[in-house]
């Protein structure tokens, strides 16, 4: 969206423009509510603060209505927050101390949606050409521009045809070499793949991380889709009504939940809830309906007499005929297996509870209905405080 680029800003310029250390894009405090008709205030970002580096990919994660589209809209400059402050290239471009707020043309970024934005009457390369000839970039160096973007992004062959003519991965295939032409070092995806089918989601998936590493642009990519999150994110904020209720790499995320909403959004997770009995140095004991759960990572606010929720893995547990020794071995009903080659899912029930057991699957089942155990390490089991409620 600058107006001030020349086309030929390349790979290595975008990069070579980041002060090493220096973030692409940092946001401060920043707060937005929005009002209701009913007259009740939303506070869709609720002081929000992060850092995102050249070459990096941070994804904002959560469910329909944590606040990810007003968090984009307002780094963007579409959306005019409340407060706080946001940095681009280490320019202020949103600051409410001291009262600037750039208009988005002004703030060096490029916008990729969920529904793909390009102009219909325009063949594909007018569309890519756009922003090119926008700035008033020659034509040789305009066509030689978008030859090459498009041959990179895989859209070579279609360049003369118009948008509603190509499907919809090619379609969004045209709005991120559309982004990645303008040369910005920020690209802000908005849930871009939703609208695609699953192998062309994936396909797009692995290309645009191989493009981010090529052109080393800083991106932040809104998804709801966890399994999205873990593949492109190289850190992941998992927002929680407007906050940001954890932002790590994704293998921290997963391993190392922070509260009981980071662990049952991301990845699958069984769960019990019980009266914390006491807390030892070997974790919480806490007492459920499936009997006593020894959580050996519990969270500060897991106290004894509280109410607590013990989160485990489904591959970190197992099911076996026989009763084992050591604690967290429950008595339960074997139901069925899912056997997919390489993976087996174990379904256990008690008390008409269900539970999921991951495995290789290498060995056998138990017979369906017969009695089993399901069993996991201490090691492997969180405990939280159980979480209020869901965004609103
Ligand atoms: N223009 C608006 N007017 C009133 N409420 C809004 C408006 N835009 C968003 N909201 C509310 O703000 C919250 C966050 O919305 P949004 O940022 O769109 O979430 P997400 O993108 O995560 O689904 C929601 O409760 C939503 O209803
Ligand atoms: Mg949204």
């Known amino acids: 969206m600058s107006l001030m680029k020349s086309a030929t800003r390349t790979a290595e310029k975008v990069s070579g423009n980041a002060e090493p250390g220096r973030p692409v894009l940092s946001v401060r405090n920043l707060r937005k509510h929005f009002v209701r008709s009913n007259g009740a205030k939303v506070p869709a970002v609720d002081g929000v603060s992060l850092d995102v580096a050249a070459g990096e990919c941070l994804v904002l994660l959560g469910p329909s209505g944590c606040g990810k589209t007003t968090l984009l809209r307002s780094i963007a400059g579409l959306e005019h927050p409340d407060s706080g402050e946001i940095l681009?290239?280490?320019?202020?471009?949103?600051?409410?101390?001291?009262?600037v707020d750039r208009p988005p043309q002004q703030r060096s970024l490029s916008m990729v949606f969920q529904s793909y934005a390009l102009w219909p009457n325009m063949s594909i390369f007018d569309n890519i050409a756009y922003p090119l000839r926008q700035r008033g970039v020659a034509r040789g160096e305009v066509r030689s521009e978008v030859e090459r973007i498009c041959s990179l992004v895989g859209i070579g062959e279609?360049?003369?045809?118009?948008?509603?003519?190509?499907?919809?991965g090619q379609q969004q295939r045209?709005?991120?070499?559309?982004?990645?032409?303008?040369?910005d070092s920020l690209v802000l995806f908005d849930e871009p793949l939703?609208?695609?089918?699953?192998?062309?989601?994936?396909?797009?998936r692995v290309e645009l991380t191989a493009l981010q590493s090529k052109f080393g642009f800083a991106a932040v990519y809104v998804t709801h889709d966890?399994?999205?999150?873990?593949?492109?994110?190289?850190?992941?904020?998992?927002l929680e009504r407007g906050t940001v209720a954890q932002l790590a790499d994704p293998r921290t995320l997963y391993s190392l939940p922070v509260s009981h909403y980071v662990a049952t959004f991301v990845g699958s997770a069984n769960e019990l809830e019980g009266q914390v009995e006491s807390v030892t140095p070997d974790g919480a004991v806490i007492s459920?309906?499936?009997?006593?759960?020894?959580?050996?990572?519990?969270?500060?606010?897991?106290?004894?007499?509280?109410?607590?929720?013990?989160?485990?893995?489904?591959e970190r547990a197992r099911v076996v005929a026989e009763q084992p020794t050591g604690p967290n071995a429950w008595p339960v009903t074997y139901r069925s297996e899912m056997f997919s080659g390489n993976h087996a899912e174990h379904?256990?029930?008690?008390?008409?509870?269900?539970?999921?057991?991951?495995s290789d699957g290498v060995s056998a089942p138990p017979a369906p209905a017969s009695?089993?155990?399901?069993?996991?390490?201490?090691?492997?089991?969180h405990a939280f405080r159980p979480r209020s409620d869901a965004n609103g």
């Open 226 to 238: 966890q399994e999205e999150a873990m593949e492109l994110g190289h850190r992941i904020a998992v």
């Open 371 to 381: 009695e089993a155990w399901m069993c996991v390490d201490p090691a492997d089991v």
């Open 347 to 358: 379904v256990v029930t008690r008390d008409h509870v269900i539970y999921r057991v991951w």
């Open 88 to 99: 681009i290239e280490g320019r202020r471009v949103y600051s409410s101390e001291a009262r």
């Open 194 to 204: 939703s609208n695609v089918d699953a192998k062309v989601r994936k396909d797009l």
């Open 174 to 183: 045209v709005a991120l070499a559309r982004a990645l032409v303008s040369g």
């Open 158 to 168: 279609v360049v003369s045809a118009y948008p509603n003519h190509i499907s919809g």
């Open 288 to 314: 459920t309906p499936l009997g006593k759960v020894v959580a050996g990572r519990a969270g500060l606010d897991v106290e004894a007499g509280s109410t607590a929720v013990a989160v485990f893995r489904p």
